[in-house]
């Protein structure tokens, strides 16, 4: 079983439409969770950190469920840029950064 | 400001010969770490640099991977007889303790013949 598990979709959707995008992790002791975006053949980039008490970001929103080990993130009304892979990403006690495999999403007009 | 940097930018290589792929950090972060990333794959932990502790090396793939880091600074990832499979994007990231947010380079795309 892979550490971060992601899925890897693609995701098509319309202009203007809401997708969530799921991860769950195997490592209770885990520390940190984030969110990055990676546009094609670029290097990833952080979008957003996943706290406990969940947080957003204009129409980025991150939610965190430690009891289930699960991470989530919610776009609202999805614009073309939004297009690329969104990598889950969790930290664990030992500093290292675990990526799961990223979820594709095509925004289509 | 400067970001991570790394060289070459591409890399083609025949198989069997040695490569060295050199990453910059952001000044200042004590931080530093190599990923692989294979076509439509994600990301793969190589190893990781902190400080003056010892590196954690446990995502190296084989004896012919190495890495140092000189000086706290540039780290340099060597790859001995390189193959086919080695062909890949590397990437380099670096972040400051406090923060967290790791800071990506271009990568180097190596290609083995």
Known sequence: RKEVEQDPGPFNVPEGATVAFNCTYSNSASQSFFWYRQDCRKEPKLLMSVYSSGNEDGRFTAQLNRASQYISLLIRDSKLSDSATYL????????????????TLQVKP | GAGVS?????????????????????SGHTALYWYRQSLGQ????????????APDKSGLPSDRFSAERTGGSVSTLTIQRTQ????????????????????????????VL
Do not use: H, W
């Not at chain 2, 400051?96 to 990506?104: G, K, N, P, S, V």
């Open chain 2, 42 to 53: 994600g990301l793969e932990f190589l190893i990781y640099f902190q400080g003056n502790s």
């Open chain 2, 6 to 26: 790394q060289s070459p930018s591409n890399k083609v290589t025949e198989k069997g010969k040695d490569v060295e792929l050199r990453c910059d950090p952001i």
């Open chain 2, 84 to 111: 086919q499979e080695d062909s890949a994007v590397y990437l380099c990231a670096s972040s400051t303790m406090l923060t967290e947010t790791q800071y990506f380079g271009p990568g180097t795309r190596l290609l």
């Open chain 1, 88 to 103: 889950c990403v969790v930290k664990s006690n030992t500093g290292k950064l675990i990526f799961g495999q990223g979820t």
